[in-house]
């Protein structure tokens, strides 16, 4: 392959091309006899000659002779000042008529020149594809969650993102889960290797230490969604991963109810499942949180569950620093993959981390 | 847990629609999963009468036996010999589901002609209908329903198949599902009858119990029924178990399951005869002691697990299993009956470090009364003398070393919309609380509140409120939109970043794919270079595979196989990237916590597609990784230095080390065909890395809004240069020179080959390659002049020549 610079003149040096700004001057005046007037046989024979043109470039040269700069008539035209007044009119008249008619017939030419340019064009099979430009994509994960947190964003909820590596104390023991609880049956757990006394590592079950971890720092009034990945030891179907992604929602203020958590979450389901959709809570238990519900959203198949929630516990907003008979709050933590499930009718959840091309491309 | 609904019946009323009950208990908190129909769905099987029975005409062994099938009669021609007039029998009309006796599999029921005689329908057998193995005669009913009633109404039952919360302990019996019914549809309760005789001599001296260890073991009980005859439990009992799910095995085991099942209060029952002295000690087992469980198993103890102990050793595993030495057998005359409250967390640890989270066990471990075991015993004991004929002892054993007082709980009227956000009108309030057997005054708005001995996950206000809300029903909870000032938002630069990566990633034709945290070590150890392979991983303690139990410390393993996968389902051009964690051991943390790294990481694999998206010959290559790189980098509006680098894993020669003002923040290279291969990796791989987090400290103002600059106002100038370079210049750094004057605002590469040398007589060996430099001139105040324009241009090529060798190509 050769490069530009190939050819280049030596005598320019380095300078291989300067673009310079286009302002050059005129550099001389033609001075012509105006009262050499244009026979109108003249004109007649000009405009007969132009109708024989075929070629661009004919036409431009046609251009230059009759109407340029340079031309006879242009250079009457300019000599006009020098005249007697008395004939000034009339040569003035008979000049501008002639411009006219030349300019007429080369504005014709010119057209039917152009006509015929677009005419030669060869047709196109117009049902060829595009020249491809190559395509990427989100994971699906990834444009559920941003339109999760959008939803809660609307609703002045903000961002937050804890450690997916976690103390026993964060992920139960703050959420009043202490060692051997039932509810830890149901959040089989992944632990970490580590040395003999040191306090037990392991990968986060849910979302909700970071409930803890914020509250530890904040104040009340608090509206937080906090994404992010958690674990589970249980061995995988078409409805269960060991990873999945999890989002915590809190919000802690005073007064707040129940009846704000459906109606935040009825926000939630119309910004990612359209209008008509009505949310049900039923009793269910998660130790941090009372009353605790299951919510499901109405569907055309039904009811769906979607998420688990509840008020915050009021000994957690103790333990916070926080009067519960002052501030109440409530929580919710929804799994992201279920949430893509249903929006995009997806009936395996092992297709998420299997990573397929033929999966991917579809979102 | 499964609840046969004749069962439960038997202790409140249900309503016509067991469905909606279900449901309603759903909503309730007690979710029932499934209603299952025991015995078959017996499909237009009817109960018939029988009216006549004649001798078959050809055979002697047949009858004719004429059939009331509700208000139609039908003869039919049947074999069995206990068949008579008067009897109400299971009668399957012609095109009835029943099953094959022969092979147990469903067989529609055809008109067919026996011995000359048509038959059109038959008089059933237990096996026929799917009942037992009997099919010796023909089944009697006893019912009172009339001819023609559908036999599933007569015959058979339905089952609540219930997935319940472990706070709800109460709930895992038939009287705590029948309280809850109760509660909801207001139908009264009738708890099962408990009361017993005790005619035999008193169990004072003849048994004893103490509790050594009182924080594990919070009540124990022992019962003496003397003279038990073991036979089947009554068919009533078998059957209500057979539904539960419990296979039945005699009078005596029923009956103790059966009582677990009702009052959901496990009991052991010994043989009384084997228990040393019949003295009980319960305690912690010593170090080194051993006890052979019902299962045959021998468990190794320490003094974490609780026994239940004889003078002579352990007896049984607390709560969670008995021991095979004093079970229960054929020649059991005495029964020992052990009914006991265990601390839950205890029960729970022993379970499962022997994976016996038995019925019983997991009872325990969802935390019993300590008010129960009296209750239960007795209720035992009832139905000992009853179907065991069982003498009962007078009196009980009975310990409780640490009594627990009642729990009353107040609650403000107040609390309740002040939780819920709606009213509950005070009756319903009431009804609900009443319902569920609190017991309830009230004075000045406030509730007084005790709570009954089986519900101990009641012990705070708003677990009242609870209470009344999910019997009341959340239908008519409101949806209110949340009011109030909106909570101060504070900026998350890791996350804008990585978002962001994320978007200008996909826009650079990358798809992403998002792989497991948890990789196995062999993986990560194959991109680690040798002499960090010594370092610790975080590995998992409990893993659910080899594959799956370290945490990843790259993300290159995650992707390579991604690729590998795709190509393997025929992917010819492999495009990915992925952003998430990396977790890494730190020394210095203070919680012990490993650091959490951002990191991002693309690959290209395959080949480039032609004008019609096409497969080419031509692969895809580093600068097309590079390509996807830069796009990156520029929309994030940092300046990237490339420059040659060895990393572990990474071709030398074709990996470039990537920073950012100054700090190392990535590399990108073509994977070395060894390591690509460890992944099923076959053809060239291109990728890259960037450490999120150190990008973020290289340029931390990445994510703040970036400052408009004034668009030029004067014209600017472009030249080219065609410059001779050594081979190991880099590009990159002719580049920086030029823009490191100050009037040049833009220079770019726009060439790079090798000179032939026919292209350069006389040059010098290792200059021999050309390199086109398009630099554009322009200063914010004026319009360049020719003057203007020599003088920088003599200045950079004077730069090129003194820092870089790099000449201005004569002409040849």
């Known amino acids: ?363 | 847990m499964r609840v046969p609904l004749r069962w439960l019946e038997a202790m409140v009323p249900l309503p016509e629609d067991v469905e909606a009950l279900a449901h309603r208990l759903t909503l309730a908190g007690l979710e029932v999963t499934d209603i299952e129909r025991t015995g078959g769905d017996w499909d237009r099987v009817v109960v018939g009468r029988v009216l006549e029975v004649r001798p078959h005409p050809d055979a002697d062994r047949l009858r004719l036996v004429t059939v009331d099938k509700g208000g139609e009669h039908q003869t039919v021609v049947c074999g069995a010999s206990n068949v008579a007039a008067g009897q109400d029998i299971a009668f399957a009309p012609e095109g009835a589901m029943l099953t094959d006796p022969r092979t147990g599999t469903p067989r529609k029921l055809k008109k067919s002609r026996i011995r000359g005689v048509v038959s059109g329908g038959m008089v059933c057998s237990e096996a026929e209908l799917g009942l037992s193995a009997e099919h010796e005669g023909i089944l009697v009913l006893d019912t009172s329903r009339p001819p023609g009633t559908p036999l599933h109404d007569v015959l058979g039952d339905r089952v609540y198949v219930f997935d319940l919360t472990p706070n709800r302990a109460d709930a895992l019996c038939v009287l705590g599902v029948a309280r809850e019914v109760s509660a909801l549809t207001g139908a009264p309760l009738t708890p099962p009858e408990i009361s017993t005789p005790r005619p035999g001599p008193a169990i004072e001296g003849r048994a004893s119990v103490e509790i050594a260890d009182p924080d594990l073991c919070r009540r124990f009980t022992l019962a003496l029924i003397e003279d038990v005859e073991i036979a089947p439990s009554p068919a009533w009992m078998q059957e209500r178990l057979t539904a539960a799910g419990m296979r039945p095995i005699n009078n005596l085991v029923d009956i103790t399951n059966y009582v677990m099942l009702e009052l959901g209060q496990p009991v052991h029952a010994f043989d009384y005869d084997t228990v040393r002295d019949g003295h009980i000690i319960v305690r912690r087992a010593a170090p080194g002691e051993t006890l052979t469980t019902l299962d045959g198993k021998t468990r190794q103890l320490d003094p974490d697990r609780l026994v239940i102990a004889d003078p002579g050793g352990a007896i049984a595993l607390a709560g969670v299993m008995g021991g095979l030495e004093t079970e229960i057998t054929d020649s059991t005359r005495n029964v020992l009956l052990e009914v006991a409250n265990f601390e839950p967390a205890g029960v729970r640890r022993t379970a499962r470090a022997f994976d016996l989270l038995s019925d019983a066990a997991r009872r325990f471990a969802w935390g019993l009364p300590p008010e129960m075991p009296q209750v239960a015993s007795a209720r035992v004991c009832r139905l000992l003398a009853e179907y065991a004929g069982g003498r009962v002892a007078a009196g009980m054993v009975d310990s409780w070393p640490m009594r627990e007082p009642g729990v009353t709980i107040r609650l403000r009227r107040s609390r309740i919309p002040q939780v819920l956000g709606m009213e509950i009108p005070p009756p319903a309030v009431r009804a609900a609380l009443d319902g569920l057997g609190f017991e309830v005054e009230e004075a000045d708005g406030t509730l007084t509140v005790g709570v009954p001995y089986w519900r101990r996950d009641v012990r705070v206000p708003d677990d009242l409120v609870e209470e009344v809300a999910r019997i009341a029903g959340y239908d008519d909870l409101p949806a209110a939109p949340l009011a109030g000032a909106i909570p101060h938002h504070p900026p998350l630069p890791a996350r804008e970043l990585r978002e962001r990566v994320r978007d200008l990633a996909a826009e650079a034709a990358l798809y992403e794919v998002q792989t497991y945290s948890l990789l196995s070590d062999a993986d990560l150890r194959a991109v680690t270079p040798a002499e960090l392979r010594d370092a610790p991983l975080l590995k998992v303690r409990n893993p659910l595979g080899e594959a799956r139990d370290t945490l990843r410390t790259s993300l290159r393993p995650g992707i390579l196989r991604a690729a590998a996968r795709n190509v393997a389902r025929g992917a010819r051009t492999v495009r990915l990237f992925e952003v998430g964690r990396s977790y890494h051991p730190a020394s210095d943390s203070a919680d012990g916590r490993p650091e959490e790294r951002e990191a991002a990481v693309g690959l290209v694999v395959g080949v480039r597609l032609d004008r019609y998206g096409s497969p080419t010959e031509a692969g895809l290559d580093f600068f097309d990784a590079k390509a996807t790189l830069e796009h990156v980098l520029a929309g994030l509006r940092v300046n990237p230095d490339f420059r040659p680098a060895a990393a572990f894993g990474l071709l030398e020669g074709r990996t470039a080390e990537v920073s950012v003002a100054g700090s190392a923040v990535g590399v990108l290279g073509q994977v070395h065909p060894e390591t690509a291969a460890v992944f099923g990796v076959g053809q060239d791989a291109f990728l890259w890395e960037l450490d999120l987090s150190a990008l973020l400290e290289a340029a931390p103002g990445m994510t703040e809004p970036p400052a408009a600059v004034p668009l030029p106002r004067h014209p600017s100038a472009i030249e080219d240069f065609a410059l001779l370079v050594g081979p190991d210049v880099l590009a990159q750094n002719l580049v920086r020179e030029a823009l490191g004057h100050p009037l040049v605002v833009e220079a770019r590469v726009f060439d790079d080959y090798l000179l032939e040398d026919s292209d350069a007589p006389g040059e010098g060996e290792g200059a021999r390659r050309s390199l086109g430099i398009s630099v554009r001139y322009q200063a914010r105040n004026r319009t360049l002049n020719e003057n203007d324009i020599a003088k920088v241009r003599r200045t950079i090529l004077k730069r090129f020549k003194a820092n870089h060798g790099a000449v201005v190509r004569e002409r040849a």
């Open chain 1, 1 to 363: 392959m050769k490069g530009r610079s190939g050819g280049t003149s030596a005598v320019l040096s380095a300078l291989l091309l300067v673009r310079r700004p286009a302002c050059f001057p005129s550099a001389f005046v033609t001075v012509s006899n105006p009262d050499s007037l244009l026979a109108p046989e003249e004109v007649a024979h000009a405009i007969a000659a132009l109708r024989g043109l075929s070629e661009e470039r004919d036409v431009d040269a046609w251009r230059t002779q009759h109407l340029g700069r340079k031309s006879r008539l242009m250079g009457s035209l300019r000599a006009l000042g020098g005249l007697d007044r008395s004939r000034r009119a009339a040569v003035g008249r008979h000049l501008n008529e002639a411009k006219a008619q030349l300019g007429e017939a080369l504005a014709d030419k010119q057209a039917e020149l152009k006509a015929r340019r677009t005419q030669d064009l060869a047709s196109l099979d117009v049902s060829l594809p595009g020249r491809p430009l190559p395509l990427g994509g989100l994971h699906p994960i990834t444009r559920t969650e941003r339109a999760v947190v959008a939803a809660f964003a609307t609703m002045g909820f903000h961002v937050i993102e804890g450690p997916e590596v976690e103390l026993e104390y964060y992920n139960f023991e703050a959420l009043r889960i202490p060692a051997d609880h039932p509810a830890r049956d149901a959040m089989d757990t992944f632990y970490l290797d580590g040395p003999d006394g040191a306090a037990p590592l392991l990968l986060r079950t849910h979302t909700s230490p970071n409930q803890i971890r914020y509250m530890e720092r904040h104040e009340p009034p608090i509206r937080l969604i906090a994404p992010g990945r958690t674990y589970r030891n249980e061995a995988t179907d078409a409805t269960h991963e060991w990873m999945i992604t999890q989002t915590e929602v809190l919000a802690v203020d005073r007064g707040l109810t129940l009846a704000h958590l459906k109606g935040t979450l009825y926000e939630f389901a119309r910004h990612l499942f359209g209008e008509d959709r009505e949310i049900r809570f039923r009793c269910d238990y998660f130790p941090f949180v009372e009353p605790g519900v299951e919510v499901s959203i109405s569907s055309p198949d039904g009811w769906i569950e979607i998420l688990g929630a509840g008020m915050v516990h009021p000994e957690i907003l103790a333990n916070m620093g926080y009067d519960p008979e002052i501030y109440t709050g409530f929580a919710a933590g929804l799994g992201v993959e279920r949430i893509a499930m249903l929006r995009h009718g997806i009936r395996d959840i092992r297709r998420f981390y299997e990573n397929d091309l033929r999966f991917l491309r579809q979102f």
